[in-house]
């Protein structure tokens, strides 16, 4: 419903397109002297919530000048907050909420969504413009356009419109041109955004990221990798590099508990000495997204891995997950973690199996081990990212032990083999698809594993693979 202040605008510029000049003149004086008798009325702007904008994206209003914003959810719940007028409130899905405030400083500021309503949250953003309050007798502000004889130009409560008394049309003037229109509320809607899209998945190669899982949610993970490396390619080259090798598929899912906590199960297929069809059980919990209260993404993980389908050999995960942003098309990962009892029953250890001679010599690796994933995900295109990371690696170190013979042939000692993992990749975005074509130098995705090359390959060689992810139900 129009306020008092707003039918007499409406009333005055229809008698503009009528052609009655008088009634201009009538208008400049009755305008500021209808103000001075009533106190100020909120000026009332409808705002439309959806995933992932604002409609009106921009809101122009002036100092001192009370505010109603009726803000309505088109889908789920979302969230409305400006942080320089302390306004934080929450929307609930196709839910209204009324805001009134008094804006008391001019100037330009953000308002954001502040409940996570899926990929693109951290874009749901717009701007408040407060402009300095009009002087006694600027209500209504009226020129005309010498060049073009019947038009004027009327600026009243923050708007400029252009009024042709000849064509009868009334244009808004703004930064962009728009066409005719009839007499606009301030709650006329700006053309929806294209949907914004999560810069980055939820792994690069390996290392994950702390993309927030949507409460509700249902996501598959699906990994492959190949065991021959393509390097060097004389060799690959007949087993089409790699492509015709063995191969190691490994999956998993994980679920929206809500939209901070999930759960996870992941299996991976392979099968060697002191590791073989592990299960891994976690939960991880989302704290931060990176907005205009925290610099950083920041999630947890913690999880335990059993070998022989959970049975034995278990490992115990802690991991933490930091992504920030350094462009728009750019974002940097760190994900470092824990492993207790990696080397658990010192499966590992070379006196774990069988030598010939045999080879009476103790030798132990460590039982815990550590690493801090690297990363980076550079966006080239709005649905294509490249991606590299790299994870170095702290105590027990997954790969080989050689035995060290002395010239009569018994083992006089042991020498570990590794190498910290390293990968790189595209990715292709497709909806709620993302498939990742990768190059590593491991085919273990487990996280107390992924950080070690299990084929001990040095960085310069690596093999094919490719990660794929598909969200199901929301």
């Not at 065991?227 to 015709?244: C, M, N, Q, W, Y």
Request: proline share 7%; net charge positive.
């Amino acid at each position: 419903m129009l306020t008092q202040s707003s039918q007499i605008r409406h009333r005055t510029l229809r008698l503009l397109v009528a052609g009655a000049p008088s009634l201009i003149m009538l208008a400049l004086l009755c305008g500021p002297a209808r103000a001075q008798n009533n106190p100020p009325q909120p000026i009332e702007i409808k705002v439309t919530a959806r995933r992932f904008d604002f409609a009106p994206a921009t809101i122009t209003v002036q100092k001192g000048q009370p505010v109603r914003l009726v803000i309505t959810s088109a889908d789920v719940d979302h969230g409305f907050a400006i942080k320089e007028f302390k306004i934080s409130e929450k929307i609930g899905a196709k839910e209204t909420r009324i805001i009134e405030f008094t804006p008391d400083r001019a100037g330009r500021f953000r308002f954001y969504c502040t409940v996570y309503c899926g990929d693109g949250h951290e874009e749901m953003v717009g701007e408040l413009v407060v402009e300095e309050a009009q002087t006694a007798g600027g209500g209504v502000k009226v020129t005309f356009d010498d060049s073009a004889p019947g038009v004027a130009i009327v600026e009243s409560n923050g708007e400029r419109l252009r009024i042709d008394t000849s064509a009868k049309t009334v244009t808004r003037i703004d930064e962009k041109s728009t066409p005719p229109t009839s007499l606009p509320t301030a709650s006329t809607a700006e053309p929806a955004k294209e949907l914004a899209r999560e810069p980055y998945d939820y792994r690069l190669v390996n290392v994950p990221t702390p993309k927030r899982v949507l409460k509700g949610s249902v996501n598959l993970y699906f990994t492959h990798r190949f065991a021959e490396p393509v390097k060097p390619l004389d060799e690959s080259a007949r087993d089409l590099i790699g492509l015709d090798s063995s191969s190691v598929p490994s999956f998993g899912v994980f679920y929206g508990v809500t939209d901070k906590f999930y759960v996870s199960a992941y299996r991976s297929a392979i099968c060697q000495r002191g590791l073989c069809r592990t299960i891994e059980l976690g939960a991880g919990y989302h704290w931060l997204d990176e907005n205009g209260h925290s610099p950083i993404a920041l999630s947890t993980y913690a999880s335990i891995e059993g070998d022989d389908n959970f049975t034995e050999h278990y490992t115990y995960n802690l991991q933490v997950m930091v992504g920030r942003s350094v462009t728009k098309y750019v974002n940097l990962f760190f994900s470092p973690a824990v492993h207790f009892n990696a080397n658990g029953q010192r499966r590992f250890d070379p006196r774990s199996t069988d030598f010939f001679p045999p080879a009476p010599i103790d030798f132990r690796q460590p039982k815990h081990s550590g690493s801090f994933g690297f990363g980076v995900n550079g966006r080239i295109r709005p649905t294509i990212s490249l991606l590299f990371e790299y994870t170095p690696r702290v105590g027990f170190k997954l790969g080989r032990v050689d035995p060290i013979f002395n010239s009569t042939g018994m083992v006089i000692g042991f020498e570990p083999q590794s190498e910290a993992e390293i990968g790189f990749g595209v990715q292709k975005d497709i909806g709620r698809h993302s498939f990742s074509l990768t190059f590593s130098n491991t085919q273990t995705t487990t996280t107390s594993r992924y950080n070690s090359s299990n084929l001990v390959l040095s960085p310069s060689r690596f093999t094919i693979g490719f990660n794929l992810y598909r969200r199901f139900l929301r």
